[in-house]
Nanobody, 115 residues
């Protein structure tokens, strides 16, 4: 079955960096777009970044442009989110997502940006 497992979250100071990973299984990873979403306390889940399979084209939320980078390694069935210049507003649970015949989500990884 489809599984998405996120890792790499944690506590980081403002201005710091983290790299999230999402390892996928149960589908042909290389042909599907992959996305990262986040949900902050009391807020709706929002799209952070997405990467297309074939071209490697990427999309970002305005709030993270220039600070976050999404990438993928099809040989490892893994999508990454490099997060730099983190601010407290980036504090959230980050989820990996793939849209097949339905939407699949990982369990999320918590990122806390605090001094």
């Amino acid at each position: 079955q489809v599984q998405l497992v996120e890792s790499g979250g944690g506590l980081v100071q403002p201005g710091g960096s983290l790299r999230l990973s999402c390892t996928a299984s149960g589908f042909t990873f290389s042909i599907y777009a992959m996305s990262w979403y986040r949900q902050a306390p009391g807020k709706e889940r929002e799209l952070v970044a997405a990467i297309i399979s074939a071209s490697g084209s990427t999309n970002y939320a305005d709030s993270v442009k220039g600070r976050f980078t999404i990438s993928r390694d099809n040989a490892k069935n893994t999508v990454y989110l490099q997060m730099n210049s983190l601010t407290p507003e980036d504090t959230a649970v980050y989820y990996c997502n793939v849209q097949l015949f339905k939407s699949y989500w990982g369990k999320g990884t918590l990122v806390t940006v605090s001094s």
